[in-house]
């Protein structure tokens, strides 16, 4: 009997732990840029989020770049940029243009989401 009430107990115990080691780690699914923002392939293998530090979901995006502390990201089908400086967790929506006469961004190499994605290594984060 008393073999039996440790059994249930190490079983329970067991199943927590694998629960809370499968949902804290994201596997091969995401990719740290750095400051903690990261992307993510979605459940549709040719669309990936950027998810902010401590969020598990995030704004799908068509086009991304980045250059330490600063991220620009075009949301899927907008035509807005999301200006990131991940150093002061800072965002503001800017147009297109601004992003090209922004200092800060007019230099960033701007790729499509899925060869940013193919750029990034899984781990190991840029900065």
Not at 12 to 21: E, R
Not at 40 to 59: C, E, I, M, W, Y
Not at 76 to 86: L, T
Request: hydrophobic residues 35%; neutral net charge; aromatic residues 8%.
């Amino acid at each position: 009997m008393r073999f039996s009430r440790w059994t249930h107990h190490f079983r329970g115990i067991a199943s927590i732990l694998a629960l809370v080691s499968l949902s804290s780690c994201d596997g091969d699914d995401t990719r740290e840029i750095g400051g903690g923002y990261r992307m993510k392939r979605s459940g549709n293998p040719t669309q990936f989020a950027l998810v902010t530090p401590h969020d598990r979901g995030g704004l799908i995006i068509d086009e991304i770049g980045w250059r330490a502390p600063m991220i620009a990201a075009r949301a899927s089908g907008s035509q807005y940029w999301e200006k990131i400086d991940s150093e002061h967790a800072q965002h503001t929506q800017i147009s297109d243009q601004e992003r090209k006469t922004d200092p800060a961004l007019a230099s960033l190499e701007v790729q499509s989401a899925e060869t940013a994605w193919e750029a990034l290594k899984s781990n190991k984060r840029l900065w």
